[in-house]
């Protein structure tokens, strides 16, 4: 199948806490997986990345975790500030077939002052 | 560098009609794709387009249809519109020639309304 499942739906935690996102894939021969924010409003917005020869990856506060074996990669956010507050969407660029890019349904993230 | 541009940003149309979309991508890109984004569905793809073929499709109905110019920039088609078309159209180009397999820049989207 085309599936990229996301969890939690919606998430809220308190300022400077920590929040995990997690997103489960189908095809295993994706190769490359982003992650979007995307503001009320606003257009999605690339924040991280992760390719599928490499099992993590940091910017600052935000980083990336992918298991190619269990099929699912997850974001972290450290220290969560409220401009962190917005939809945050996985994806994963399936190959098989024509190749697309398949968004997860999204995650909304509240940051509790 | 200026980013990616869409027009219009506003769109009503009535059950039938058909609809052009436009975007423009940040300059060099030569990869564009284009997504719908509902409530319902979420962000789905419709297709890529780069070097003026279209190099993959989602699973769309015939009546979406697109095409790309020498410049780059992309045209997407709607015809014989039905309710459920009613959507968010944003466009992504991208600076290499992965396309979809790599970053996506998205423009500002053009909002669709079907009565």
């Known amino acids: 199948g085309e599936n990229v499942e996301q969890h939690p739906s919606t998430l809220s935690v308190q300022e400077g806490d920590s929040a995990v996102i997690k997103c489960t894939y189908s095809?295993?021969?994706?190769?490359?997986f982003p992650w979007y924010k995307q503001e009320l409003g606003k257009r999605p917005q690339l924040i991280i990345d992760i390719r599928s020869n490499v099992g993590e990856k940091k910017d600052q506060r935000i980083a990336v975790t992918l298991n190619k074996t269990a099929k699912h990669f997850s974001l972290h956010i450290t220290e969560t500030q409220p401009e962190d507050s917005a939809v945050y969407f996985c994806a994963a660029t399936l190959i098989q077939g024509a190749q697309k890019l398949v968004f997860g349904q999204g995650t909304r993230l509240t940051i509790n002052p | 560098k200026a980013g990616v541009t869409q027009t219009p940003r506003y769109l009503i149309k009535t059950r039938g009609q058909q609809v052009t979309l436009s975007c423009s991508p940040i300059?060099?890109?030569?990869?564009v794709s284009w997504y719908q984004q509902t409530p319902g569905q979420g962000l789905q793809f419709l297709f890529e387009?780069?070097?003026?073929?279209?190099?993959n499709k989602g699973n769309f109905p015939g009546r979406f249809s697109g095409r790309q110019f020498s410049n780059s920039r992309s045209e997407m088609n709607v015809s014989t519109l039905e309710l459920g078309d009613s959507a968010l159209y944003l466009c992504?180009?991208?600076?290499?020639?992965?396309?979809?397999?790599?970053?996506?820049?998205f423009g500002p989207g053009t909002r669709l309304t079907v009565t």
């Open positions: 095809d295993s021969a994706s190769n490359y």
């Open positions: 992504a180009s991208s600076p290499n020639s992965r396309g979809t397999g790599s970053e996506q820049y």
């Open positions: 300059s060099g890109h030569r990869s």
């Open positions: 387009y780069f070097s003026e073929t279209q190099r």
